[in-house]
């Protein structure tokens, strides 16, 4: 396992849930309806989440519902998650100008950091990719860059990443590539920067994201049974500084890797409906839980009653999984 900075407290350290947003009927957010939820997490030791990402279906949602959501979740999330709990919002633009919109709505909100993709629709050089996030980091708060080329189009490079590391406002990145080579170019950034932390969001890469230096991961499935990924992270991140830790460090790594194919089986629950339709899987997967509403956005469809069948299946198949323990303390 590479050196890995102490990141305690930072905010991408530890596991990050992409939270859902709880919509109602009319597909307006339902903030209170998530509640049940938050409780889950919390219960499964998370404390930090990701609104208006990918899951959270940012980019269908108007800046000020982002705004409005974000307040209230941020209120409740404090109420349960106690004196850790953190909040980070993401601001998703198909250009700078509305990328910028979406933060600056923000403006007033307790956030621990703003998430910020590369700029999507359009395919965008090197230079302006530069710009579009120094431009969102001359905001102030502090910034995570989120490279997520299968919805972008634009993918993020070590290169680029290195020379914005001379932005003291981008104080993470996190990657849902599913590139391990690329992955460990981000992490080898950490060595140039030591408050620059990176995390992994490719579900089936977690154990092996952590032993290359993310500082923590950002798991949907975490929702579902975020014990299972907050014990896989305290396991994947032992310690190495004597013989008996190393030792230790080899069952931890074991017990990680077959953690991880339990995340894989989670991740299996998407197959009912495949590609970003995932969303409304996860949803009514919640919503079988009775952890959350199972509306999602149009032109989402919600889950017919084949794949209902099929998604309660697969649930009672994973329900050890959802209902695991509590991790132990570290």
């Not at 590369?118 to 996030?133: I, M, Q, S, V």
């Not at 990680?256 to 409304?280: C, E, K």
């Amino acid at each position: 396992m590479p050196d890995v900075a102490d990141h305690t407290g930072h905010p991408v350290s530890g596991v990050t849930i992409p939270l859902v947003t709880a919509l109602d009927e009319r597909g307006r957010p339902d903030a209170p309806a998530v509640r049940p939820l938050l409780a889950h997490l919390a219960a499964g030791g998370v404390t930090t989440l990701m609104l208006a990402g990918t899951n959270g279906e940012g980019p269908l949602l108007p800046a000020d519902a982002v705004r409005s959501y974000a307040a209230e979740v941020a209120a409740m999330w404090g109420e349960i998650g106690g004196a850790s709990a953190r909040i980070m919002v993401t601001a998703a633009g198909t250009g700078t100008r509305e990328t910028l919109r979406r933060i600056e709505v923000l403006a007033g909100l307790d956030l621990d950091a703003v998430v910020v993709l590369a700029p999507f629709y359009f395919r965008h050089t090197e230079r302006e990719l530069l710009a579009h996030f120094r431009a969102a980091a001359a905001h102030g708060r502090p910034v995570v860059i989120y490279n997520s080329p299968g919805y972008t189009g634009n993918p993020l490079t070590v290169p680029l990443v290195r020379r914005l590391l001379d932005q003291p406002e981008i104080v993470g990145l996190k990657d849902s590539s599913g590139d391990p080579a690329l992955f460990g170019g981000f992490c080898d950034l950490t060595r140039e920067r030591a408050d620059f932390g990176v995390a992994q969001g490719a579900e089936r890469r977690l154990a092996e994201g952590l032993r290359q230096g993310a500082a923590g991961l950002v798991p949907g499935v975490g929702m579902l049974a975020p014990a299972l990924c907050t014990d896989l992270f305290r396991l994947a991140r032992a310690g190495d500084h004597t013989e008996a830790d190393r030792l230790q460090r080899d069952v931890d790594h074991a017990e990680a890797d077959r953690l991880q194919h339990d995340v894989g089986r989670l991740a299996d629950l998407f197959s009912v409906r495949p590609g970003a339709s995932g969303i409304v899987v996860m949803k009514t997967a919640l919503h079988l839980l009775g952890l959350c509403p199972p509306h999602a956005g149009e032109p989402f469809l919600p889950c017919t009653e084949t794949e209902l069948t099929a998604l309660r299946t697969a649930l009672a198949g994973v329900d050890d999984l959802v209902h695991r323990p509590v991790p132990q303390s570290s």
